[in-house]
């Protein structure tokens, strides 16, 4: 009998259910979408601020001191440490590799510029553009065009294994010189592929790959410093202590922590004789924009779910409001509050289980086409969540079907059939 | 009676229904228009995002930072710095910058100072210049040209780059020792991207000894974040109002369903279509104004405290919000009384006093 009733009321009042199922479907959606979009928004934006270039640096650890001013280095170049371009494949061997959205080695030399019998003093930046490096079985592309996004060039980008290079933007229009022409530098005869523009130190520098600054070094393997784009959390209390003075499991929840020094410290873990350390004009401000754009993604999505949730709330009670003559006859032909009020509710469930999962997915996939039309990434619902969906659904629709159905049980029948309330 | 009260009932949920949702709407649309300045200037602690230099090394005019400052009428904060080569006592050369500190603490958040120095000859080493020129943090001397200084250190910086290798004095002392006047000058302008690109437009006029740069990985990744965090708010936001809209109308269309007795008696009596249509869309109106205004004050009083919570400021409530929402509340709420009564308007009166 009660099966055949909920299951009548579905079949005889198409339209009502219609209603009622559809604003529970788009609520659940709006929910779901916006849960999904709340839990990836940090991941999203952070890589977003990656764009703003590297945020930890791995220098020698018995370096001299950096003598540069504007761009241009004073120190002699063969002073101080190097690092060793063989061991940086273990940068993506470190615990947290998969954070590491890249790294690009520096190593800049002094080079002679002879052009029409005059030679000035120039600095060559040796680097990698897009270099294939494999550390075990991974493979993956590095360098400068990924780790900073703002290099532009008008030309070509030279290959990693060439003799090309690029030219800075300034000293290219001091030379007049242009994508294509040939420059001798410190006796080697060079081809600029493209003009590179940084709005930085670069502009008046010349780019090259880093075996090239090697050779005319006359270092193989040397590197000045490397640059390290990584995906970092704010940094809180935990993340500013040493974890020489930590205890076992303290120290293993700030190495398993993705914060800067944790990072920094597994990079100088992993790189014999080095030292790592955050930028912190990069690493400190990350944290902060991170955190005021997750807070307000999060307080955003608590207002899609209070008004998703009183959507729901008011088509069930409109809907319950409506059937009072449903519920007279029912009371006039012997049944009790509870039986009347556990048909409601079992029609509420059904309604917010169907409603639910159709919503779930419509959200998931809303939630796919806001980062892809946003974020040019994916986003997406973790099917554990579907079940807790589910039942806030359920619970949504009980709290909006309760006032209104305790009233409709609560009425005189009489009054209730003869439509007067 | 009890009808009359049952329906003051339905009438002050329909007009919840509305304010909540003009609410949410105006709280999402203040947070929108408001998120951009917000983030701005979370954005401007990464420091400089225009850069002044002499051109081909030269000095600038001495009046070069009063210009700056001229152009800037307190968009932003400005920092002249002198650098030169100098060398310890042992003849290591290190890089030693002459700047205003003041000015600097407030455009370089990001610097971890321990102490900044108040007095002068007191100099701010950099942590990886401190072994070199003063291993046991003793009073030390530096030259330059020939002419010495006598230095304390009141404190480290340690920024991870350029500044951890170098000595910072105070303008004064390092012009009187070096006699090299400032050559770069550092501006964190705030603004929108042309806002700025008017600022750099109007320094290059006030000084044209100077050659203006844009910081362009600063300028960029903030455009980015920006726009990317502004889309996924207006995605958000548009699904909100749409929830709200929903709200407003399964309510008040079950509230002008309610009162299809009142429609029948109006109609029974004589009263035309038009009439009928007029008299519950003014009382819609009605509705959907109160809820407006009152969602509005609300809606405000949310921006303000997420504003407060999240950004430590208040989100400054954008009263050219309130005609919109208005518009909105209106239309929504017309549509959702507007439409149950095309559908009764088909029926008969009798049969909806028959209560069929």
């Known amino acids: ?386 079940p807790v969906i589910l039942a806030v659904a359920v619970m949504v629709t009980f709290a909006g079907s309760a006032v209104a159905i305790r009233k409709a049980v609560s009425l005189d029948p009489v009054h209730a059939l003869r439509g007067e309330v | 009676m009890r009808a009359a009260m049952l329906r003051r009932g339905r009438a002050a949920s329909a007009l919840l229904a509305m304010a909540v949702a003009a609410a949410v709407a105006t709280a999402m649309l203040n947070l929108y228009v408001d998120v951009q300045a917000k983030l701005r200037r979370e954005f401007r602690n990464y420091g400089a995002n225009i850069v002044l230099v002499g051109k081909d090394g030269a000095s600038l005019p001495a009046d070069a930072l009063s210009r700056v400052e001229f152009v800037l009428r307190g968009r932003g904060v400005a920092a002249a710095f002198a650098l030169v080569v100098a060398r310890t006592s042992d003849g290591r050369p290190v890089v030693v910058a002459g700047t205003d500190f003041e000015r600097v603490r407030q455009l370089d958040r990001y610097w971890s100072v321990n102490n900044w120095p108040s007095a002068t000859r007191q100099a701010l080493v950099g942590v990886r210049a401190l072994p070199v020129v003063s291993p046991n943090n003793q009073p030390f001397s530096l030259t330059f040209q020939g002419k010495n200084i006598q230095l304390t250190s009141a404190g480290t910086v340690q920024t991870g780059a350029a500044e951890d290798s170098r000595v910072y004095l105070s303008l004064p002392d390092f012009v009187s020792w070096t006699a090299v006047q400032p050559s770069t000058i550092e501006v964190a302008a705030i603004g929108s991207t042309e806002e700025i690109t008017a600022i750099m437009r109007a320094i290059e006029q006030a000084i044209p000894a100077a050659a203006v740069r844009p910081v362009r990985q600063i300028l960029e990744g903030e455009a980015r974040v920006l726009g990317k965090t502004r889309a996924t708010l207006l995605a958000a936001t548009a699904l909100i109002i749409l929830t709200a809209a929903l709200c407003v109308v399964a309510t008040l269309m079950g509230w002008v369903f309610d009162r299809r007795r009142d429609f029948a008696i109006m109609k029974a009596l004589g009263a035309s279509n038009r009439l009928l249509h007029g008299f519950f869309a003014a009382e819609a109106a009605a509705l959907g104004a109160a809820g407006a205004v009152i969602g509005f004050v609300l809606g405000i009083s949310i921006a303000a405290w997420i504003g407060r919570v999240n950004f430590h400021a208040a989100v400054v409530p954008r009263f050219s919000v309130l005609p919109l929402v208005l518009a909105g509340s209106m239309l929504v709420t017309l549509l959702s009384a507007i439409l149950p009564i095309s559908l009764l308007r088909k029926v008969q009166p009798a049969v909806i006093l028959r209560g069929e």
């Open chain 1, 1 to 386: 009998m009660f099966a055949r009733l909920v299951y009548e009321s579905f079949r005889r009042q198409k339209r009502r259910k219609l209603l009622a199922g559809a604003a529970i479907t788009l609520g659940v959606t709006v929910a779901t979408a916006m849960i999904a979009v709340a839990t990836d928004i940090g991941d999203k934006i952070n890589r977003e601020l990656r764009t703003i270039g590297a945020n930890l640096v791995v220098t020698p650890q018995e370096d001299t001191l950096d003598v540069e001013i504007g761009g241009i280095n004073l120190k002699p170049p063969s002073d101080g440490a190097f690092l060793n371009e063989t061991d940086l494949p273990k940068i993506k061997g470190t615990f947290w590799h998969n954070n590491i959205t890249g790294f690009a080695p520096m190593l800049p030399v002094n080079v002679t510029l002879e052009r029409e019998g005059r030679e000035d003093n120039i600095t060559l930046l040796g680097t990698y553009f897009a270099k294939q490096i494999s550390f075990g079985k991974e493979k993956f592309t590095t360098g400068v065009r990924s780790t900073y996004p703002w290099w532009k060039v008008s030309g070509m980008w030279p290959e990693d294994a060439s003799r090309d290079i690029l030219l800075g933007e300034r000293l290219a229009t001091a030379l007049s010189a242009k994508a294509g022409d040939e420059l001798t530098l410190s006796g080697r005869p060079l081809r600029v592929s493209g003009i590179l523009s940084t709005g930085g130190a670069e502009d008046d520098q010349v780019v090259a790959p880093i075996a090239l600054a090697q050779q005319i070094l006359g270092k193989p393997g040397a590197v000045r410093r490397v640059y390290v784009s990584a995906l970092t959390k704010p940094e809180d209390a935990l993340a500013r202590r040493d974890p020489k003075g930590m205890s076992g499991a303290i120290y293993d929840r700030w190495y398993c922590s993705p914060y800067p020094q944790s990072i920094a410290f597994q990079l100088q873990e992993a790189i014999p004789n080095s030292h790592a350390e955050q930028i912190r004009q990069v690493a400190q401000n990350e944290g902060a924009v991170l955190t005021r754009i997750e807070g307000l993604v999060f307080l955003v999505t608590l207002a899609a779910l209070v008004a998703s949730a009183l959507a729901v709330s008011a088509a069930m009670a409109t809907s319950i409001f409506e059937r009072r003559a449903e519920v007279g006859l029912m009371k006039v032909l012997g049944a009790g509050k509870l039986g009347v009020a556990s048909v409601f509710f079992a029609e509420a469930a059904l309604l917010a289980l169907i409603g639910g999962f159709v919503g779930f997915v419509a959200g998931g996939l809303l939630a796919h086409q806001i980062g892809r039309s946003i974020f040019n990434l994916q986003i997406t619902i973790a099917p554990v969540l579907l």
